[in-house]
């Protein structure tokens, strides 16, 4: 196993109905340690670029007006193989997907409305995270 650290953001519907606590509890009991965490509200320029990506999408604009809907906590979280197991935290993008105790199963409202968005790999990892946050304000 290789110590890693990744982003993960929680999103406006779950920050909405306050499952800020309940999201985080399922990170930390998965074996997850947050080491640098901020409540903000992204601005129309953040979120595009973030989402520079999905550009040329057809849900480019409704996800980049979804994550500005309301504040998003973006963390980084670490641990053995932490971008792999963010994911099987989260489950499936599709909540319908998403197994039985993931954060996506219990929580999510509907597929854009899924309640986390973490990092697909290393090298994306390290991109959203220096995104979001200077190294200062990242403490193990």
Do not use: C, W
């Not at 998965?30 to 965490?37: D, S, T």
């Amino acid at each position: 196993m290789t110590q890693e650290r990744t982003l993960s953001i929680i999103k406006p519907d779950a920050t909405r109905r306050n499952l800020i606590g309940k999201i985080i509890t399922k990170f930390e009991d998965g074996g997850l340690k947050i080491v640098a965490q901020k409540k903000i509200q992204l601005t129309q320029k953040l979120a595009e670029d973030f989402y520079a990506v999905h550009k040329d999408r057809p849900f480019y604009s409704d996800l980049v007006n979804f994550m500005i809907s309301g504040p998003v906590v973006v963390q980084v979280l670490e641990g053995d193989d932490a971008v792999i197991r963010n994911r099987e935290i989260m489950g499936a993008t599709n909540p319908a997907e998403a197994a039985d105790g993931t954060i996506r199963k219990e929580f999510a409202e509907s597929l854009e409305a899924n309640s986390v968005h973490g990092s697909d790999s290393l090298d994306n990892a390290k991109i959203e995270i220096e995104f979001f946050f200077d190294k200062n304000e990242i403490v193990g």
